[in-house]
């Protein structure tokens, strides 16, 4: 799969933001992070990170909700596939993706920040909360993963094939196994499964967090049918190491049909939450 393949996927989700949306490049230590900006100017700030292979744009049937009242950033994470180019400091470890966001919020002159991350995207956001408690001033974690409990092997092993030789068709296979019933939108998809071939990608789980010495509010919104880890476990492993927290289910949902699936009932949960 080329690049040119990719970027066309890239560019026909891009059309599904509101016309409004601003493309911000913003300069790290890094290199050049890509993000997709959108709602007033003087609304609350709201960072959302996606998970691995979705890029920023995954948001794109939230951001017209959430942007309302918030002004939205929708992030391209370094490292992954998406138009955030890494040029410049080395990028080794998970410590490097926290001082990263850093700079990320430095360069959207953000010296605090509500923070929302899905996947992978959820657990760099934790990670980073714990790393900037000062910064985030909400935190919500939408069906995180390797936070509360690690993969299901039965999901290793689905992903597998697509992880040792990536393909658009292994990628839709997997999705397709992933999300069944929920029909996630197929411009996504196409991004999604292009994505994976993508070379040079390169992601930072590290360390498990300690989700309990979070000190922010924090949102964990959870999918029903996730095939990641089981809903109900990870819930109540989130009630016990955060009492405090809001633990959601949303019913119907898949981990990988997330931001995607009834995104009415994720905006009105995370709405409330932030407000």
Not at 89 to 107: F, M, N, Q, T, V
Not at 255 to 274: K, V
Request: charged share 25%.
């Amino acid at each position: 799969m080329t690049r040119s393949a990719f970027t066309l996927a890239y560019d026909e989700l891009r059309a599904r933001w509101p016309e409004s949306t601003e493309e911000r490049d913003v300069a790290t230590p890094y290199g050049r992070t890509r993000v997709h900006t959108y709602g007033p100017a003087d609304g609350s700030p709201l960072v959302l990170l996606p998970g691995g292979s979705a890029t920023g744009l995954a948001w794109f049937a939230n951001a017209p909700a959430l942007g309302r009242r918030h002004r939205v950033h929708a992030v391209d994470l370094m490292g992954d596939a998406g138009h955030t180019e890494h040029r410049g400091a080395p990028l080794k470890s998970a410590e490097d993706i926290s001082a990263w966001l850093d700079a990320l919020l430095d360069g959207l002159g953000l010296p605090r920040t509500a923070l929302c991350g899905h996947s992978y995207g959820a657990l760099l956001a934790a990670r980073y909360a714990l790393h900037a408690p000062r910064r985030v001033d909400r935190l919500a974690l939408v069906d995180p993963t390797q936070i509360f409990a690690g993969f299901r092997p039965g999901y290793l092993l689905r992903a597998l094939p697509a992880l040792i030789r990536p393909s658009e068709a292994r990628a839709r296979a997997f999705l397709a196994w992933e999300t069944a019933g929920t029909h996630p939108d197929e411009t996504w998809q196409r991004l999604y499964a292009r994505a994976t071939t993508v070379p040079g990608r390169k992601l930072f789980p590290g360390p498990r967090p300690r989700a309990a010495d979070l000190s922010m509010p924090v949102l964990v919104l959870l999918a029903e049918n996730s095939r990641v880890h089981r809903a109900e476990k990870i819930a109540d492993r989130a009630r016990r190491a955060l009492p405090r927290a809001e633990v959601v289910l949303l019913p119907g949902a898949t981990h990988h049909s997330l931001p995607l699936t009834a995104p009415g009932r994720l905006n009105d949960r995370l709405l409330e939450f932030l407000d």
